[in-house]
């Protein structure tokens, strides 16, 4: 240990008198250690034993060698320690292949501070045939701060505009995991999705920013499915897709200050595509959302089949939308590239749903659509306090198979059977 390191590490015990037990590890380095000393992350997690520099295990940041071996081994390192641990990213840029980061591991407080830049390679095929280019599996306490993420989709999209191409990668996924915190990312220009979680519990996200073109195929902002304890609060998505998808069996979603455009909205759906999927969707708030030129605003679309299931206890809380084609919409008919059987009908039940304060413009005459099924009417449907328009005009409401109630000011007027 150099005099150096040694004053350092007596400087902070004396700041930070649980720091005490601090060991200096050979991953960490004496620039890594002054920048630590001066940034809130010391202080807020004063317990943190461990540093790891993924430099220190040779990834180069000029975006040039591929630093994935490198990465996935300052993982293991952090996994397999019995200490919280923090893995560090310096500015740079960074090139990843496909990668997966598994748990189960020794403790559950790993902290991922990305000051740097993660990139896809150039050859879109390389990331496109594992369907996920960076992975967290089985993960139990984790924080990612920070950092951007270079998904070279439009390698990609250019591809699918001219032929036959892979449906493409999503940049971020997590698979099976819970307590997981994510503040700051950015994720640019996804191949497809831009972060999904499935399958996972208690996940925050705060902060986040999603872009994509605007003609970009199939780049939902974030998708949520078979999880529960969700929230995303404070983000900005524009992209070519969903801003934020909503998938089956998916309980307990928090989504507030949400800004949304170019995309399709706010999805609920699509549900019932699959025999087996659990088609549940059940409490979920989506509150102060801003959503300007997009196709659509608050959306809920089941697919035309025998499929059982529930959209329950669904409140849409404040937003202002800006030249939005379709503000509100509930489709039961969906059915893209008529790959439904004919006449089927959606057996999923959509029901208690809420509409509160919302108001802007529509950019078409009809901005309140409810095409419910015949074979389960939508129930229990409420409006209150919607005002839009239309070129300065009233707008329509279109509706079939809806029973509902209107409270409070309500334009266009006429919506719900009573």
């Not at 306490?141 to 951007?148: H, T």
């Amino acid at each position: 240990m150099t005099l150096s390191n040694l004053f350092l590490l007596l400087l902070i015990s004396s700041l930070f008198p649980h720091s005490l037990q601090y060991t200096i590890n050979p991953t960490i380095d004496s620039t890594l250690s002054h920048t630590l000393l001066s940034s809130s992350l010391l202080s807020s997690t004063s317990s943190v034993q461990k540093f790891i520099n993924v430099k220190n295990f040779g990834a180069k940041n000029d975006g040039e060698k591929d630093a994935t071996p490198a990465f996935l081994n300052a993982w293991n390192v952090a996994c397999n320690s019995i200490v919280p641990s923090i893995i560090y990213v310096p500015k740079g840029k960074y090139l990843l292949k496909p990668l997966k980061f598994e748990g189960i591991c020794k403790n559950s407080n790993i902290i991922f501070q990305i000051d740097g830049t993660l990139i896809a390679p150039n050859d879109y095929s390389e990331v496109a045939m594992s369907h996920s280019w960076i992975v967290f599996h089985m993960i139990d306490g984790l924080q990612i701060k920070g950092g951007v993420l270079d998904g070279k989709g439009k390698y990609l999209w250019d591809c699918k505009a001219s032929h036959q191409c892979h449906m493409g990668a999503k940049s971020l996924s997590f698979d099976n995991s819970k307590n997981i915190v994510v503040d700051g990312l950015t994720s640019m220009d996804s191949q497809m999705f831009h972060i999904t979680i499935n399958a996972c519990q208690d996940i925050k996200m705060t902060r986040m920013k999603i872009f994509a073109h605007a003609d970009s195929p199939n780049t939902d902002g974030i998708h949520i499915a078979q999880s529960t304890g969700i929230t995303i609060i404070n983000s900005d998505f524009r992209t070519g897709d969903d801003c934020i998808s909503i998938g089956p069996n998916t309980r307990n979603l928090w989504i507030e200050g949400i800004y949304c455009g170019p995309g399709h909205g706010i999805s609920i759906g699509s549900l019932g595509r699959e025999s087996d999927e659990g088609v549940v969707v059940q409490n979920v708030t989506v509150k102060s959302v801003t959503f300007r030129g997009t196709d659509n605003g608050f959306r809920i679309k089941t697919f035309s089949t025998p499929i059982n299931g529930k959209v329950k206890d669904v409140f849409f809380l404040g937003a202002r939308m800006i030249d939005v084609r379709n503000p509100i919409i509930i489709d039961q008919n969906y059915c893209p590239h008529n790959s439904c059987p004919d006449g089927q009908g959606s057996k999923i039940q959509i029901s208690k749903i809420v509409y509160k304060d919302i108001r802007g413009t529509s950019s078409s005459e009809t901005a309140l659509i409810f095409d419910c099924s015949p074979k389960k009417p939508c129930m229990g449907l409420t409006l209150q306090d919607i005002k839009l328009t239309y070129q300065n005009k009233i707008p329509q409401c279109q509706y079939e198979n809806a029973y509902g109630q209107v409270f409070g000011f309500m334009q266009p007027s006429k919506c719900f059977i009573h």
